[in-house]
């Protein structure tokens, strides 16, 4: 079997990887024992290739954790026990283990730890736009942004060397252009992995009853007096003085890269003094001063939140009153960075008049190209989607509204038409809490509280016995496809593997429930729609407590992939023009994207057709048959 090149033991070769899977091999290189996390896009990468690293090199510990929370404290018993750890998740995933984080950091670290959180501005695949420095701010905890994917490699070594050194958790934080995006990496020596760690039995430190808390505190401020001595000579920030200008650019992570790029193409870097931090927090206060001191403007670059840029407001007052400080004054404080941005800003702050084309300029100066509104969309013979559409049936029978209070995951695509059952989406596991609210609120409607059932481990169980526990009437979904989805397939306790693909128990939603006291549950195939809308019907009927219906069909994608594995044959649909009578209920209803118009006429593509069925129930002409027999 050919090695990935990330796992390649070839110190100086070159090669080109992800930033996440740049951040794995930095791990490796440090020497990592155990790591931990929760999928989670744009996160999700950095598991998974620790993951592969762990069949070449078996004395490290990887594991898909149930939630964030339960994989940082993983990972943090890790490095109780005196062994390099690592805990990684997307940003809003810190907030599931913001308990754990925040009184882990009075603790410290023992062997190496590392928190990687990635941020996701512009909101690619997230709820929020939130910026974790405010998070590792709150917890005392120091944070390093990588500029690109080699630094990010080389900065999680020294992560983890700073944090034995300092007794400290360290945040490396990254974001979703540098996690996805590829560079030509240098390999490292790979150090032979401890293989294993010991507990030091030190109660005072790791059991935080108030007597030690209060103690563990005050250590933890000391450690950070320290801390903020030792990043003002972090190797990764870079300062250039020029002492012909009075004009300087602070840029930091990624936005270091945009800006070294735009000032040395159209050489300004001349014109400038510059300052790249890779320690956002502590921001280091002496080399900010130095730099800030005999300049007359600065402007600051950062993604999201003013974090820094107040920072340099508090410290001019102290180096430099005088300093005209600008950054989300040019900058926006939403939404990505880019080149384009940033070079305008940069322009604006230089009082520069060259126009700088946008990415819609540059394509539109090459070809006009005129695309169609292509929302996101659930594929084709989805699970959800038939789930979905026999809600709606069930609803229209009923003659009631229907309350859709939703999680995420795929199905959250059913908020789009035509399907739009999906009226709330808050976090994970929110759809049972926010569904028990409804019910208490005074609202009478059938409310509906839809999850997955990797969400379902993850957030769902607790919501779940609440509705128990106060007998709440809300009929809970769990769209169980058998698999992780929405961010690349990922086993979960329910699969029956592991991210390693050992065999392991096979836990059971529906017995859950019953552990929890749920009276009535219900098991659909929902491509059987009669079954499915009758299932719903009947939920809706129950006076008192709440009911559980489990959605289970495998994921289309997983379908097909175990029929090509099986040599089974997918046959499609197609639609019989002599008996189509043109109503287009098939797409108006549906939605589904194998369905095709070409002028007045629709047809099916025999592509992207799974052979689901469902839109052959719904076809009051009976014009969708199969198009060949098995």
């Known amino acids: 079997m050919v090695r990935p090149v990330f796992v390649q033991d070839s110190p100086g070769t070159r090669v080109i990887i992800l930033g996440n899977e740049a951040l794995a091999r930095g791990a490796l290189e440090a020497g990592v024992r155990v790591a931990a996390g929760y999928p989670g896009t744009p996160a999700t990468e950095i598991i998974e290739t620790l993951a592969t690293i762990s069949k070449y090199y078996p004395d490290i510990y990887v594991e898909w954790s149930i939630n964030e929370k339960v994989g940082f404290e993983t990972a943090f018993a890790g490095s109780m026990c005196g062994v390099r750890s690592i805990a990684c998740m997307k940003h809003v995933g810190l907030n599931v283990a913001l308990d754990s984080f925040v009184t882990a950091s009075y603790a410290g670290a023992r062997g190496g730890f590392v928190l990687v959180s990635v941020d996701d501005p512009d909101c690619h695949s997230s709820q929020n736009e939130q910026d974790n420095r405010q998070l590792a701010k709150l917890a005392f905890c120091p944070v390093f942004e990588p500029a690109n994917a080699n630094e990010a490699k080389e900065m999680i070594k020294f992560a983890f060397d700073f944090s034995e050194q300092y007794q400290t958790l360290v945040m490396l934080r990254s974001t979703t252009r540098l996690s996805h995006s590829q560079q030509d990496v240098k390999l490292g020596e790979i150090p032979q992995i401890k293989k294993a760690g ?166 539109q100066n090459q070809q006009e190209i005129k695309a169609p509104p292509r929302p996101p969309v659930l594929c084709p013979g989805c699970p959800h989607r038939a789930f979905f559409y026999a809600l709606k049936l069930a609803e229209k029978r009923s003659k009631t509204k229907f309350i859709y209070s939703s999680d995420i995951g795929c199905y959250t695509l059913g908020f789009y038409p035509p399907l739009e059952t999906i009226e709330t989406c808050l976090c994970m596991g929110a759809s049972i809490g926010m569904a028990n609210g409804f019910s208490k609120a005074g609202e009478d409607s059938p409310i509906f509280a839809i999850l997955g059932d990797s969400t379902f481990f993850h957030a769902g169980v607790p919501g779940l016995i609440n509705l128990v526990y106060n007998g709440s009437k809300v009929i809970v979904v769990v769209l169980d496809n058998g698999t992780t989805a929405m961010t690349g397939h990922q086993p979960h306790p329910g699969t029956g593997f592991r991210i390693d693909g050992s065999p392991s128990p096979k836990i059971q939603i529906e017995k859950i429930a019953e552990g929890c006291g749920v009276k009535y549950i219900r098991v659909t195939d929902p491509y059987n729609l009669k079954n499915t809308v009758d299932t719903i019907l009947e939920a809706v009927s129950l006076r008192d407590g709440p009911a559980l219906i489990i959605s289970r069909q495998d994921c289309t994608l997983v379908s097909q992939r175990k029929k090509r594995e099986a040599n089974d044959k997918i046959i499609p649909y197609k639609i019989d023009k002599n008996k189509c009578t043109k109503c287009r209920l098939c797409i108006t209803t549906l939605g589904c994207p194998a369905f095709l118009v070409k002028g007045d006429e629709v047809e099916i593509s025999q592509n992207l057709c799974f052979g689901c069925a469902i839109c052959q129930d719904l076809c009051p002409a009976e014009a969708i048959q199969k198009s060949e027999t098995e």
């Open 198 to 363: 010991k507990f030091d039995h030190d109660k005072s430190r790791w059991t935080f009853l108030p007597v030690n808390a209060r103690i563990q505190r005050k250590v933890m401020l000391e450690r950070m007096e320290r801390i903020r001595e030792a990043v003002e000579s972090n190797p990764f920030n870079k300062m250039m003085l020029n002492e012909n200008s009075r004009t300087g650019i602070l840029a930091a992570g990624l936005s270091h890269t945009y800006v070294s790029e735009y000032l040395e193409k159209n050489d300004f870097m001349r014109e400038v003094s510059y300052l790249k931090l890779a320690t956002t927090f502590p921001p280091p206060r002496k080399l900010i001063g130095e730099f800030v001191s005999n300049l007359d403007r600065i402007l600051v670059v950062e993604e999201l939140e003013p974090f820094i840029e107040e920072y340099v407001i508090m410290y001019a007052k102290e180096f430099n009153p005088a300093l005209e400080i600008i950054g989300k004054k040019l900058l926006p404080q939403f939404g990505e960075l880019s080149p384009e941005i940033t070079a305008e800003a940069i322009n604006n702050f230089l009082e520069k008049r060259q126009r700088i084309p946008t990415q819609k300029q540059k394509i």
